[in-house]
Structure formats: C-alpha cells, structure tokens
C-alpha cells in the first residue's frame, strides 16, 4: 500500500499550501503506583504482576485518585503556563478493546485540570515559534497487546493477541495543542522541536521518565492543508505511533506531501488515524472516522470532583524547577560561549556534563575542549551518550590541572585519560603507573637533543645558519627518543642554546 | 414528541455491544422515551445557572498517598481468563481496528 502511495514533492506543496498541525501527546507520569490503584508503576516486570483487581476492572472495585499524579499534572500544566481549574471532575470514555478491560477508560472529557497555555518553542536558527496548548487533562494508560501468529508481529494477520494489564492504570497526561498555523516550510521541524520541548520539560520536571523508546512520551500528530492565504483549514489525519523525535518530524512531511497529492488530483482528503512506519517512512490508512468514535462520556460516578486551591497550586508552582529554556539562555551567557558554539554544546548532549565540570572547578573553556573534544569523539567511537562513557568531571578538572602544571602535555592526557576509562585510576594515579609524566630534566632532554644533533648533522649546520625552522626535524627526533614525554617548547629553546643561536 | 426512536437504541446498543431483538428495540424506544420525557421535565425547573449534578454527595478531594500496595499474583489475575498463555490473556485477533 504504503509504496503506491501518490506525493507531490515538499517543496512543491509548500508553494501552494498551508498546513495545519496539532499534536496530542501522551506523557507517562512515573508515580509509584498507578492512577486509580495502589498497584506499582513499573516497566518491564512479569507479565500481569503489577495489577490489582481495580486495573482488571473487576466487579464491585473503587478507584481512588493517586493524589501524587494530581499534583504532577498540575505541574505539567503550570510549565507549560496552562490555567489549572478550580474544580474538575473525571469522566468515562467507552469503548470496547481487550487493551482496556473496564470497557472504559478512565478520563477527563469537559472540564480539564489544565487549560489555555502556551509554549513558546525555538528553532534550531533561533526563531521562536509559540505554540497554543488547549488542554492537559489526566487519564490513565491502556494495557499492552502483543498480537501473535501474524509474519510481522503486526495486528494483519494474526491469530491471537495476548494482553499484559501491568501498564493499565499507568497515570497519563494528554496534553493537546490548539491548531498550529503559519509553520509553513519549518512545520515538519517544528512538530520535532515541539515534542522534543515537551519531553524535555516533563523530564526537567521529575514527572515522567521521559523515555520516548519505552512509550513515556508519545505523540499522535495531525496534519491538513489549506490553499495559501485561505482561512478555512482542510481536512485532516492524525498519524499515530509516532513515537520518537525524528518520526514526528518525517511523519509530517510525509503526510504535507500525501495530503498535496491528494488535494493536487482533486481528491477528497479522508479524515482518519493512520499508522506511521519507520521502516518505509511512510504511512498508511488506519481506520476511518465512524460512529464508533462516539465515546458516550459521562462523568465518573466512582470519584469524586478534583478541587484545587490557589495556596496548593503556588505550593506546586515553587516546586517547579528553572524551565529548560531558560535555563541554556543563562547558562550560555555564564560561560560566554559563541551561538554555534554553544549549540554544538547541546546537540551534542554535554550540556550539564559541561556545567558539573565547571561547579567541579574547570574554567568553561576547558570544561567546553574536552566535552566537545576527547571525550565526544571517544562516546562516537564507543556508540553512547558523551556522559555515559564514564569521564567524571573531577577527572576533566584534573586533567587539566596536570596540563596547567606542565606535569603532562596535551597528548599524554589523552594517554591518561585511556588509562582513567580502563579503570588505572585518578589521573594522576594513571600518569604514575604509566610513567607518562614529561621529561622536564634538562640533562635528560640535552642528552637526547645531542643524539638528535649528532644523527642529523646537516640539519645542525642549517640552524646555525640561521635557519631556525629546520629545529623542528632535531625536536621531532628528541620526542621521538622520550616516546612523546618531552615538553617540545622546552626542546626548542635547548637547542638552539646548544647551537648558540637565537631562536 | 419522541425524542429516542427505533434507530437510536439500535445504534446505542451496537455500540454498547448488546444484542436486541426487533421486539427488545421497540419496547425499549418506548420505555426509554418515556423516561427522556421525565427528565426533561427536571431540567425545566434547573436553570442554566444550576451545575449538573455528577455526584450528589458534596464530597471532593478523595486521594490515596503514592505508596505501592497490594496486588494480585499472575496466577490469580489469570484466574477468570476464558484463555491464557506465557502468563497473559489470550483473546481472538482484532480486525479492523487498531
């Protein structure tokens, strides 16, 4: 399917296009306990373990509301600079599907605890773009399908399914944007840099995990296009299972270019979910929108209204730490680094390995050479994050201070920084186990500099000719005679004392 | 003046899942209707300044501290599964819907 589908090229479509975004994205909270039971909140246990008869939705149960996941979404939505309702309530929405056992998921439908925020996202180049939020409101997770029999492990073909009910109940934030509109061209960065503002601040909050591989954050997104300059927006998809950063971003230029296909042919737009898959970057027709889609809400006979007060909602607000974005505004103009050169510091996920280094007693741009240096190219080398290689930032911090006290040079601290990764030690415990400490005994560097001197005659005659640049071939022979341990600066200067001549 | 007709239960009930009758239908329409029509008369006395009514006890703020407490083990939460196999219920593939 997915390969016959019809596209008009991105660029093609954003000349005659508008489009639209929304996202809807789903925030696990990492709460001990689930929403409506005392049952764990726990990823990866036994199967059907972390279930107590309210998730099974046995007869005669009683949810009662996690007061933590109240209190963390209230948060969410004071970060995300939502109003929180003074009084709300919850509310089933029913359908029938064997991840949901009550028949029902527990959620809110008029009256959301969060409303009527805003955030305001920044563009790689720096371009602020603010997004409207319409609501945050509290629900509760599914269980997980895992469908069997089928070539695929996909839901065609197969047999049977199996369901593991340890993650329904699991607290949820939905969080739902207004419409997004004048995105134009960026529209497919934007939705990335959204979700990627989103995570980050649920992350920076201590409220979820944040982990998008685990389903911590997901995101359905939806799409639509209008003519330029129209006011009326078009019909539009919502792509679910767009579950990293760099999906969100594909599934939307994917879709802006489906979507200008259809309109371009005449075709009328469906409105429908689709699935997003990553193997061929594309999507295809889920289901349409039918009247199956009539959830029948109503308010929740079980539980009772959720009140808040403005002592408790300031109490959570001091609560909330320095949002991520402003964070790096302070941050960058602390330690005076260039715009790219602090943007390189945060794609390259070293930010606070850089900032510890620094509280650990390293000057910023020494923190800055080695983060984004030594130990950047050896995480690529080893295929993990900068700060999980294992380099502490008192090992940077000494490092440098045997740098600083001409103990080691440059190339030997990346020596001993082998030598700390294998586990030799500190520093300088490494550079005493390994001998890498530089010669600075003149007699040793003389005796060295008179080999040298004495194997390349023609090149001594030279310097004392005056030809000072030729000392680089006496100092390349005296580094190699230490194996690198010699201060090449110091070499220098000796020789041409030896030679009588000025350098 | 019949607010919920012949289509309308039938509709209800296949989304509730629930099999009628041709005869189940019509006597529901009729019974259901006659209790819209009661209800109706309620909502003629509460004014719009009036808020639904969801709960009638004046209660609020009902919540439980975040601390992990009983649960079922795999077997017992298996235990009224039609099917079951590598400890999770088994149910009939899903077409059509994901």
Redesign the interface.
């Given at each position: 399917m997915a390969a016959t589908q019809d596209l008009v090229a991105f660029d093609e479509a954003m000349e005659k296009y508008d489009p639209v975004l929304g996202f809807e994205v789903h925030v696990e909270l990492n709460?001990?306990?689930k929403m409506f039971?005392?049952?764990?909140n726990a990823f990866g246990d036994?199967?059907?373990?972390?279930?107590?008869?309210v998730d099974?939705g046995l007869p005669g149960v009683l949810p009662?509301?996690?007061?933590?996941?109240?209190e963390y979404s209230i948060m969410i939505g004071l970060a995300l600079n939502c109003k929180i309702a003074e009084?709300c309530?919850f509310a089933r929405k029913?359908y029938?599907?064997?991840d949901t056992p009550k028949n029902f998921q527990t959620s809110q439908y008029e009256d959301p605890i969060c409303y009527d925020g805003y955030l305001d996202i920044e563009l790689e180049d720096g371009e602020v773009f603010r997004v409207e939020i319409e609501r945050a409101h509290m629900e509760e997770d599914a269980g997980k399908?895992?469908?069997m029999?089928g070539a695929t492990g996909r839901?065609q073909g197969?047999?049977?399914?199996?369901?593991?009910?340890n993650r329904a109940g699991v607290p949820l934030v939905e969080i739902v944007t207004k419409p997004i509109v004048g995105a134009g061209s960026r529209a497919p960065e934007l939705a990335r840099a959204y979700v990627a503002a989103v995570r980050e601040i649920v992350k920076n909050l201590g409220v979820s995990d944040a982990r998008m591989e685990r389903g911590n954050v997901r995101c359905d997104a939806n799409v639509s296009l209008m003519p330029k300059g129209a006011t009326q927006f078009g019909t539009r998809s919502e792509t679910?299972n767009v579950n990293s950063l760099r999906a969100v971003e594909r599934a939307v230029y994917f879709e802006i270019q489906r979507h200008a296909a259809m309109l371009e042919s005449g075709q009328k737009v469906v409105q429908e979910t689709r699935?997003w898959h990553e193997d061929t970057r594309s999507t295809t027709s889920?289901?349409p929108k039918s009247?199956?889609d009539?959830y029948?809400y109503f308010?929740?006979?079980d539980?009772?209204?959720?009140?808040t007060t403005k002592a408790w909602i300031e109490e959570l607000r001091a609560r909330l730490p320095e949002p991520p974005a402003e964070r790096r505004k302070r941050l960058k103009a602390d330690w005076g680094y260039a715009d790219a050169e602090f943007r390189d510091v945060v794609n390259a996920g070293v930010m606070d390995s850089i900032e510890e280094t620094i509280a650990a007693g390293a000057s910023a741009a020494v923190a800055r050479k080695w983060w984004m240096g030594e130990i950047s190219r050896r995480a690529k080398e080893a295929e993990v994050e900068p700060s999980e290689l294992g380099v502490s930032p008192q090992t940077v911090v000494e490092l440098d201070r045997l740098v600083q006290a001409g103990k080691i040079n440059d190339k030997l601290a990346r020596q001993v920084l082998d030598g700390v990764l294998a586990g030799e030690g500190s520093p300088e415990e490494v550079v005493e186990k390994r001998g890498l400490a530089v010669v600075s005994d003149d007699s040793a560097l003389l005796e060295a500099i008179d080999a040298a001197l004495a194997a390349q005659p023609e090149v001594a005659e030279k310097i004392r000719g005056g030809k000072v640049q030729a000392a680089g071939a006496i100092v390349g022979g005296v580094m190699k005679a230490t194996r690198g341990q010699a201060d090449a600066g110091r070499v220098r200067e000796l020789i041409f004392e030896r030679l009588g001549v000025q350098g | 003046m019949s607010e919920i007709n012949r289509a309308a239960v039938a509709h209800l009930a296949r989304l509730a899942h629930i099999e009628m009758t041709a005869e189940e239908l019509d006597k529901m329409a009729g019974e259901l209707d006659v209790i819209v029509d009661s209800i109706k008369s309620v909502q003629e006395v509460a004014r719009p300044e009036v808020p639904a009514t969801s709960h009638p006890i004046p209660l609020t703020n009902v919540f439980r501290e975040d601390v992990v407490g009983e649960t079922l083990s795999q077997e017992l939460a298996l235990a009224n599964a039609p099917d079951a196999a590598d400890g999770r219920f088994k149910v009939p593939a899903i077409l059509d819907e994901e």
């Open positions: 709460t001990k306990t039971s005392a049952a764990p036994v199967p059907n373990t972390n279930v107590s008869p099974l009662v509301v996690n007061k933590s996941a109240v009084s309530f029913n029938f599907y064997p399908l895992t469908h029999g839901i197969a047999e049977y399914s199996l369901v593991d009910y679910k699935h889920g289901r009247d199956a009539d029948r308010p929740e006979p539980l009772v209204p959720v009140v | -």
